[in-house]
């Protein structure tokens, strides 16, 4: 089994250990508005950092994380296993801590320590399960600079990320232009596609179907392991490359003395069992589907988060009264975190993420056109041309030509509509990787080299 294992790991591939240990943990006690109405009670974000802040607290890098990563993107003392970014990060390294503060979090949603589904509901000691809300992007970056206020950090060198962190980048410097001053984006879009949609929808039907799922609600029981094994297979699938399998597994069966048969026989079919195997261990199902559905969901065009935004001005009256409901519930022999929860629970109610409900707010439908190419004049690639204005700092954009989950007709579009936003300090590079979308995980060189260069430019070079 040792060797089937060393075989299979033989090639370039990313940690996806499951760490549960060495991370900071901060903890904002008040309510927190989400962009769909849902309300969390309290959120708790896991961090981990290297470097040191410098006196005038202007040289930090957030690194935002993909759909399943944790923040353990380094080794450190207090973890020294090796982080998803091992090579990226450290003195003299591409993102170099002896010049830079680095932060890493787990999103809000995930499971290595920040608020999730996993998480318990102070309103009743329970686990949200499905009962925890719909969350986006744009809730996962809002709660990171809750982390950054709590620092004392009023503005990032630069916002980094790639796949879903490549998302979060660019909503970073969207949400809060004044307090980023650079930005990178790789491996990723302005706008989730039908075809990376369609893979993620996937994987939930499988892990939803898989009757251990039990809609959510499976932490005392057993968890959809068979499930979560397949959507894991599946999303490998579209991580790496047909060339890259070409020569790494070719048409090599696993046993080439044995009959074929049914389970898995191809070396390829063995490698993919492998990786659902592994990943399932290591994962909590729910945050998985609802990650995912927030990579979705993304949208930078103007009329989407110019609804998103409604929608939050309109419930943020919710957040006056909780904390009102909360004054009258106050008990001193109780827990605050319980009563803000019960105060929750009374203005918007028990949730469930299992059926949605009609927004409050609404716009009128815009004639959204469907397009082949990079930047053309229809309304719906103008529409994100205006959602993508204010974003003028220093940005540079990577893609790679074998990555089919976020074509680079896709980080083309970012940096095409960014120049006619009018951001003329954008950089694009295309890189001939055959790794797939994985590369920005496993390409030091090429990866490592053009961000270091974009975090390093003198003052000058950015006007």
């Not at 082949?372 to 004049?377: G, I, K």
Request: proline share 5%.
């Amino acid at each position: 089994m040792e060797s089937r294992t060393l075989e299979l790991d033989s090639g370039p591939e990313p940690s996806y250990d499951n760490i549960v240990t060495g991370y900071e943990k901060f903890e904002y006690p008040y309510p927190f508005l989400l962009d769909h109405g849902g309300i969390l009670p309290k959120i708790d974000i896991a961090y981990e950092s290297w470097g040191t802040l410098n006196e005038k607290k202007d040289n930090a890098i957030l690194i935002h994380t993909g759909l399943s990563a944790s923040s353990h993107a380094k080794s450190h003392a207090k973890n020294t296993k090796p982080g998803w970014w091992e090579n990226f990060i450290g003195p003299g390294a591409h993102i170099d801590t002896n010049k830079f503060f680095v932060i890493c979090t787990n999103a809000i949603g995930g499971c290595y320590g920040s608020t999730g589904p996993s998480s318990i509901d102070p309103a009743d000691g329970e686990r949200y399960a499905t009962r925890f809300p719909i969350i986006t992007v744009f809730d996962m970056v809002r709660a990171q600079f809750k982390l950054l206020d709590h620092l004392g950090i009023d503005k990032l060198h630069a916002s980094v990320g790639s796949s879903m962190g490549g998302m979060q980048s660019i909503a970073a410097a969207k949400l809060y232009p004044d307090r980023v001053k650079r930005l990178v984006t790789i491996s990723a879009c302005a706008r989730s596609q039908p075809y990376s949609i369609a893979l993620r929808h996937t994987q939930r039907q499988v892990l939803m179907a898989d009757p251990n799922w039990n809609k959510g609600f499976y932490y005392k029981g057993i968890p959809p392991h068979v499930g979560m094994k397949l959507a894991r297979e599946i999303a490998t699938i579209s991580y790496r490359s047909g060339p890259e399998w070409e020569l790494r597994f070719g048409r090599k069966r696993s046993n080439e003395h044995q009959s074929p048969a049914l389970c898995p026989d191809f070396l390829i079919e063995t490698y993919l069992d492998h990786q659902g195997e592994r990943f399932c261990l290591q994962y909590d199902p729910n945050s998985l589907l609802y990650i995912s559905k927030a990579m979705d969901m993304f949208d930078m065009s103007r009329s989407e988060t110019d609804k998103l935004q409604r929608q939050r001005q309109h419930n943020l009256p919710k957040i006056e009264r909780i904390l009102k409901h909360r004054q009258q519930l106050e008990r001193p022999d109780e827990e605050d975190s319980r009563i803000m929860a019960e105060a929750c629970r009374s203005v918007i109610g028990t949730q469930s993420a299992l059926e949605g409900k009609e927004e409050e707010v609404t716009e009128p439908e815009r004639n959204k056109k469907g397009r082949l190419s990079t930047l053309s004049s229809d309304p719906a690639t103008q529409d994100l041309v205006e959602g993508m204005k204010g974003i003028n700092m220093p940005t540079l954009v990577l893609g790679v030509q074998s990555d089919i989950l976020f074509p680079v007709w896709q980080q083309k579009e970012i940096a095409e509509c960014l120049r006619a936003s009018g951001n003329n300090r954008v950089t694009y590079y295309e890189l001939d990787a055959m790794f797939g979308h994985d590369t920005f995980l496993i390409d030091r060189v090429s990866v490592g080299g053009a961000i270091k260069g974009h975090l390093e430019l003198l003052e000058d070079e950015t006007v």
